[in-house]
């Protein structure tokens, strides 16, 4: 069993920048990612990242404005969120699979946050 706890996630203007992060318990060979729910809308990936810290995936519409990253001492992994804009407005989830394959289909992850919520204030 692995539990996930999110945090990080508040108002932020378009152009500005947030740090999320989720703290994982249990087992700690996985691959994490986060998605991405906004209202009315079905949870799309975002990113991933494999136990091996290896080349990450992205989805095209983050390339370039975000940056995932994990701490493997703590359990941990980060999305970095620069260039905001109005429509990154979302619940951001974090999910693990036990695989070391960094895919982007939500059924194929294992465990999921409770997720927080990023909100564009401009």
């Known amino acids: 069993q692995v539990q996930l706890v999110e945090s990080g996630g508040g108002l932020v203007q378009a152009g500005g920048s947030l740090r999320l992060s989720c703290a994982a318990s249990g087992r700690s060979s996985y691959t994490m990612g986060w998605f991405r729910q906004a209202p009315g809308k079905e949870r799309e990936f975002v990113a991933a990242i494999s136990w091996s810290g290896g080349v990450p995936n992205y989805a095209d519409s983050v390339k370039g404005r975000f940056t995932i990253s994990r701490d493997n001492a703590k359990n941990t992994v980060y999305l970095q969120m620069n260039s905001l804009k109005p429509e990154d407005t979302a619940v951001y989830y974090c999910?693990?699979?036990?695989?070391?394959?960094?895919?982007?289909?939500?059924?194929?992850?294992?465990?999921w946050g409770q997720g927080t919520q990023v909100t564009d204030s401009s």
């Open positions: 999910a693990v699979r036990s695989d070391s394959v960094p895919v982007t289909t939500p059924r194929r992850y294992d465990y």
